[in-house]
C-alpha cells in the first residue's frame, strides 16, 4: 500500500458507518468469548483433581493456544480488518531524522 492508497483509504472511511461499527463490535464479541471460554477450561480443570486425565491436559493445551490466539492474535487482526488507516499512519507520518 503506498502513500496515495493510504490517502484515499483514510479519505473514504466514515468512523460511525454501522459496518465499521458491527465489524468491530463482531471481531470485539468473538475475541472476547474465544479468552473467556479457554480461561474457564483451563481454570475449571486447574481447580478439579477429577478433571486431571491425560486427554484433558491436551484439552488443556489446545486451549491454552487458543487462548494465546484469542490475546494476541484476534485483536490485531481486528484492528488490522476495521482500521486499515492506523497502518498507513505508522508507515507513512513517523519520520526519523538522522
Known sequence: MNRTEC???RDSLVWRDA???STLVGLSFIALIVTVGNTLVV???FNSSKLRSPTNTFIVSLAVSDLMVGVAVLPFS???EVF???TCYF???RRVDV
Open 84 to 86: 486499515k488507516v492506523m
Open 19 to 21: 459496518q465499521v461499527l
Open 78 to 80: 481486528a484492528t488490522w
Open 43 to 45: 481454570a475449571a480443570v
Open 91 to 93: 508507515r507513512y507520518t
Open 7 to 9: 490517502q484515499t483509504l
